[in-house]
């Protein structure tokens, strides 16, 4: 604890003239992934800034996906008070799906809190940010963006990264059928995003965001390779981190240099798969939810007799009477029907193991001004069971042609400043403490 102490005094100590700022974002990445490759001497300048700076394990708000996460971070905010709880969301009236773009994003991120005080930002692929809005300096939106012409402001960097061939993420489909030129993706992406940095890094900036996506990629369907001796993949796995620890060994080093603190941190973990669940498959064997389509493709179908529905990727909703156009539940047996909910779900067993690790309720885990949006149930797994809402499935639980899935406990964080945190702090705590230091 002394030595930790010690750390972050100097940490402090460092960077106390700076009023600057640099955030690097490795999606996915877990904490114990970090120290496994540390020790392996696969990520040597990772290394050394563990030997320097507090290195820990964080949290991240359920549901665990980079929706959630990066704009829990970017608002410092948790989902009750920014209001993004999935990558999805349905229109109340006639269960149509729609996306929370970044327009609609209710509040304020940090960095137009500061630009609003002339503090300059540069944000290069975080998650949640398409289509662009408007930025005191320079934004490329991460994923979801549906094209580079919406991903960028302002309008005249957009000619820049076409030559450059700059690409918003890479083609995941390739995952599944063509790995090697997936892998020549990932790395090529990531050269291009660095090659960026470069370039923006010369303008006049206060806050920098630099995020890394391709991990998450290659985690998602290449989780086994990075234990497995005999995987074809395991030396493909690791040259990609080794070139993740370059680019970060390149910035953080340059930071140091012009003494600007800096933090590495995650959006979520990761863990092996074992199977997907699919939540609306249970509902419908437990008589819960039911659809006026023999073959559904989405929740336009529900029937009005269907007590809940699920939205991926852990979300469960009361059809609730006067809140859905459909709604056949009675507000005085909500209470009930959730405690049986709960039961239910905390029974779900697949080959002898317990599927779900917790079951909350909303108010157990969310508050602010977009409480009533929540999902009514969050359900959180045990790791190997990655749940989605499943509703154009024929079974309950399937193995997916993914490899990992995400995980809410093992995220990271690597402090060169030394933030006031808790043991294990959750993702928009960092975003606080962030908003405080240009703030303050």
């Known amino acids: 604890m002394i030595g930790l102490k010690r750390k972050i005094k100097e940490g402090k100590m460092l960077f106390k003239k700076s009023r600057k700022f640099m955030v ?29 700076y507090k290195f820990i394990r964080t949290q991240v708000p359920v549901p665990e996906v980079s929706s959630v996460s990066w704009t829990s971070f970017m608002t410092g905010m948790n989902p009750g008070e920014h209001g993004i709880y999935g990558f999805m969301e349905i229109n109340k009236k006639n269960y149509g799906y729609r996306f929370p773009t970044f327009p609609l994003l209710p509040v304020k991120t940090i960095w137009e809190k500061i630009g609003e005080k002339g ?88 806050l920098f965001f630099f995020i890394i996506t391709g991990t998450d990629r290659l985690h998602h369907f290449l989780f086994k390779a990075k234990d497995d001796e005999k995987h074809e993949n395991q030396k493909d796995f690791e ?8 680019v970060i060994g390149k910035i953080t080093e340059e930071m140091e240099k012009r003494g600007i603190p800096f933090i590495i941190l995650s959006d979520h973990g990761f863990t092996s798969l074992k199977y997907e669940v699919y939540i609306s498959q249970y509902l419908k064997e437990w008589g819960y939810l039911d659809f006026e389509d023999e073959n559904p493709k989405n929740l336009k179908s529900i029937k009005e007799t269907s007590q809940a529905f699920a939205l991926d ?93 995400h995980a809410q406990d093992n995220a990271l964080l690597l402090d060169s400043y030394g933030f006031d945190l808790e043991k294990h702090p959750y993702i928009n705590d960092i975003g606080k403490e962030l908003e405080k230091y240009f703030l303050k």
């Open 119 to 206: 503090k300059k930002s540069i944000i290069i692929n975080l998650p949640n940010t398409y289509p662009v809005r408007k930025i005191n300096g320079y934004l490329i939106s991460g994923f979801v963006a549906l094209d580079l012409e919406n991903a960028v402001y302002p309008k005249e960097f957009l000619s820049y990264l076409k030559k450059l061939d700059y690409k918003v993420d890479v083609d995941t489909a390739l995952g599944r059928s063509d790995k090697k030129f997936f892998l020549k993706e990932l790395h090529d992406t990531l050269d291009k995003r660095f090659s960026v940095y470069k370039k923006l890094d010369k303008e006049k900036w206060d």
């Open 313 to 405: 990727p852990s979300r469960v909703y009361i059809n609730l009477k006067d809140k859905y156009g459909k709604g056949s539940v009675d507000q005085k047996d909500y209470e009930k029907l959730r405690l049986e909910l709960k039961e239910r779900f905390l029974s779900i067993e697949i080959e002898g193991e317990k599927v779900i690790k917790n079951v909350f309720f909303k108010e157990d885990i969310y508050s602010g001004q977009f409480f009533d949006n929540a999902p009514d149930i969050v359900l959180l797994s045990n790791y190997g069971f990655d749940l989605k809402a499943g509703i154009t499935k024929k079974e309950k639980y399937s193995i997916s042609f993914f490899e990992g899935m």
């Open 239 to 246: 040259d990609y981190y080794r070139h993740v620890d370059s």
């Open 24 to 52: 690097i974002g490795i999606d996915g990445v877990p904490h114990e992934l970090i120290k496994d490759f540390v020790q392996k001497g696969i990520m040597p300048n990772f290394k050394r800034l563990i030997e320097r």
